[in-house]
């Protein structure tokens, strides 16, 4: 939360409280998991760089139009971005993918022959920020956690 440079919020302010920008952080296996009920920060370079400086991180986006993106971090620096539900096209010009061709067929976001899988959406998006940045957590975290929360301005 101190990297994103997330303000301290009541316990009781609720995500319809506020635009965008309440946070949540939940302990995950490997690392820690971020929830913005509404909002868009996890693709934001000027909040996405200082977060993932000496680390990974990724995040999925989705909103109530089904607009996606997934964006992959590494050390301050933007790897790739896709769109979950047309990653094959969204691919063609990202070099920073290639690496992580294999992890895009695992979790079924890409078939053998490249192209898109049959199931690809943010759900998928979502495996993928696990396997590349080694985070593992229970979806449930989305609406059973009750971690600390922050305001995030941006």
């Known amino acids: 939360m101190r990297r994103l440079g997330a303000e301290p919020v009541d316990d009781d302010m609720e995500a319809g409280d506020v635009a965008y920008g309440l946070i949540r952080a939940e302990r995950a296996e490997g690392g820690t998991v971020l929830i913005e009920w509404n909002g ?56 920073g993918a290639e690496p992580f061709l294999a992890d895009l067929r695992a979790v079924g976001l890409l078939t053998g022959d490249g192209e898109d899988g049959p199931d690809a959406d943010a759900e998928l998006a979502v495996a993928l920020a696990m396997r590349v940045t080694g985070v593992t ?17 941006y």
């Open 40 to 95: 868009f920060s996890v693709i934001i370079e000027r909040l996405q760089r200082p977060l993932s400086a000496g680390t990974v991180s990724a995040g999925v986006f989705r909103n109530v139009n089904h607009d996606q993106e997934f964006v992959h971090w590494a050390d301050g620096h933007e790897v790739f971005r896709l769109d979950p539900a047309l990653p094959s096209d969204s691919l063609e010009d990202e070099e």
């Open 137 to 153: 957590a229970d979806p449930a975290l989305v609406s059973e956690g009750e971690g600390p929360r922050g305001l995030v301005r």
